[in-house]
C-alpha cells in the first residue's frame, strides 16, 4: 500500500500532535455540488450510483478535487444493510428512503436472513477498494455503518418517521424481540464493517442519528449497548495503524461520558452542545469530531468564518480535535460557502496547535 501523505485526521483521532485541526463534512458527496449531480444523472438513480463502482469513486473523489479536505468518506449509504436483509430499498423523490418490506413481529424478525458481507455487500467493498487505490494516499478514507438502533428505526417503519411509533412500540412492548433484531444488526454491522477494513477503510464512523430520540435509559438498553458490542468486534488495528472508531449520536451530547466509555476514539458532536464544555467532560480520553451548524452555511462567508473560530477557541489549544459540520451539508448549500468552510479551518486553527 502506498505511504499516506497527510495523516492529520488520524493523528488528530488518536491525540497526536497536528500542524493544524483536520477537516472533512459529513455528506460531503451530495446533492449541493453540481459535478455530483451530473454523475448521479450519469448512474441514473441513486442506489446505481452506489452500486457503480467507478462512478462511486468518481463522486467520492469530488469534494477532494474542489477542497483541501483531510480524509474522504466512501460514497454509500447506511441503508445497505437491511437492502441486503431483503427489506428492498427505495427512493422516492423528495420523500427519502423507503422500504418494500417491514418488520413490525417475533416472526418478522426470526426470518431475517443472515448475511455475509464480503459476498452479499460485494459492492461496497469494491468501492472501498478502488477508492483507497485511486486516493493513491493522499488522504485516509472513511468507512461508515448505521448504529443498530438507527437502522432498526428504518426497518420497523418502513423509512423516514417523525415520531417512531412502531419502533417504540416494539421496543418498549416486546424489548426480547427488538433486542433479538438489534442484535442480529450488530452482528451484521461488525462483519460489514470489518470487510471495508479489510478492504481499505483507515477509520470507521457509526452513524446514530435517531439515537438522540430515547430517553437516558432506553438509548442505554437500544441504542449504546450495541455500539459497545460494535466497537468491541471490531478490527482495531491494520496495515500497522491503529483504525480508530468514530461514534456519531445526533442530540447526544448528553450522554458523553457513557459514549466515550464504549472504548471508542472519538466521539461525534452535532451543534448542540458546547464543543469546549465537552472537552472538560471527557479529557484526554477521545477525541472530537464537530460541531459547526451546517445551516450556518447559509449565511456570509465572513459570518462562517467567525464561527468557525469561535468552535476553534472553545475547544482550545492542542490535538484532538477534526472539525467537521454538526450534521450532513444539505442539498441547497452554496459550494462556495462550503469552500469558506473549509478555507478558514485550514486559515486559521495553525495558531492553537503552536507548542
Ligand atoms: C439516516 C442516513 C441515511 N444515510 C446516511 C444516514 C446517516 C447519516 C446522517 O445522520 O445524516 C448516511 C450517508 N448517506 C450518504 C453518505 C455518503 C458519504 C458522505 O459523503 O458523507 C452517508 C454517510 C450518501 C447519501 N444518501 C442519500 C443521498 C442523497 C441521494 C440523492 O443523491 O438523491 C446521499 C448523497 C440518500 C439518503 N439516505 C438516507 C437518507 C435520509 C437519505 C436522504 C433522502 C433524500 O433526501 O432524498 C439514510
Redesign the pocket.
Known amino acids: 500500500m502506498t505511504e499516506l501523505k497527510n495523516d492529520r485526521f488520524l493523528r488528530a483521532l488518536m491525540r497526536q500532535p497536528v500542524d493544524r485541526t483536520p477537516v472533512w463534512m459529513?455528506?460531503?458527496?451530495?446533492?449541493y455540488l453540481p459535478e455530483y449531480r451530473a454523475t448521479?444523472a450519469q448512474a441514473g438513480d441513486?442506489l446505481s450510483?452506489c452500486k457503480n463502482t467507478p462512478l462511486a469513486c468518481e463522486v467520492t473523489l469530488q469534494p477532494l478535487e474542489r477542497y483541501p479536505l483531510d480524509a474522504a468518506?466512501?460514497?454509500?449509504?447506511?441503508?445497505t444493510i437491511p437492502d441486503a436483509l431483503g427489506l428492498g430499498l427505495y427512493?422516492e423523490t423528495?420523500?427519502?428512503?423507503k422500504f418494500r418490506k417491514v418488520i413490525r413481529t417475533e416472526a418478522d424478525v426470526d426470518a431475517l436472513p443472515n448475511i455475509k458481507a464480503e459476498s452479499d455487500l460485494d459492492y461496497v467493498m469494491n468501492a472501498v477498494s478502488t477508492i483507497r487505490r485511486e486516493l493513491n494516499g493522499r488522504v485516509p478514507l472513511i468507512g461508515?455503518s448505521?448504529s443498530p438502533w438507527?437502522l432498526a428505526t428504518y426497518m420497523v417503519e418502513g423509512g423516514?418517521s417523525k415520531d417512531f411509533r412502531e419502533t417504540k412500540k416494539l421496543a418498549y412492548g416486546q424489548p426480547e424481540v427488538m433486542h433479538r433484531l438489534l442484535d442480529h444488526l450488530a452482528d451484521s454491522v461488525i462483519d460489514y464493517l470489518n470487510g471495508q477494513i479489510k478492504a481499505g477503510a483507515q477509520a470507521v464512523q457509526i452513524?446514530d442519528?435517531w439515537g438522540g430520540v430515547l430517553s437516558g435509559w432506553a438509548y442505554e438498553e437500544f441504542s449504546l449497548r450495541y455500539m459497545k458490542k460494535i466497537v468491541d468486534g471490531l478490527i482495531r488495528e491494520n496495515e500497522g495503524r491503529r483504525v480508530p472508531v468514530i461514534l456519531f449520536t445526533?442530540n447526544g451530547g448528553q450522554w458523553l461520558e457513557s459514549i466515550a466509555d464504549t472504548g471508542c476514539d472519538a466521539v461525534g458532536l452535532d451543534w448542540t452542545t458546547d464543543i469546549g464544555n465537552a472537552r472538560a467532560r471527557v479529557g484526554d480520553r477521545v477525541a472530537l469530531q464537530g460541531n459547526m451548524d451546517p445551516t450556518m452555511l447559509y449565511a456570509p462567508k465572513q459570518r462562517i468564518r467567525e464561527e468557525v473560530e469561535d468552535i476553534l477557541s472553545r475547544y482550545g489549544q492542542g490535538t484532538g480535535h477534526i472539525f467537521n459540520l454538526g450534521?450532513?451539508i444539505t442539498p441547497e448549500v452554496d459550494p462556495e460557502h462550503a469552500g469558506a468552510f473549509i478555507e478558514a479551518v485550514v486559515e486559521l486553527s495553525a495558531k492553537y496547535h503552536q507548542q
Open positions: 459529513m455528506r460531503q458527496a451530495g446533492r448521479r441513486f450510483l468518506i466512501l460514497f454509500s449509504d447506511i441503508l427512493f423528495g420523500e427519502g428512503p461508515f448505521g438507527t423516514s452513524f442519528t445526533k450534521h450532513g
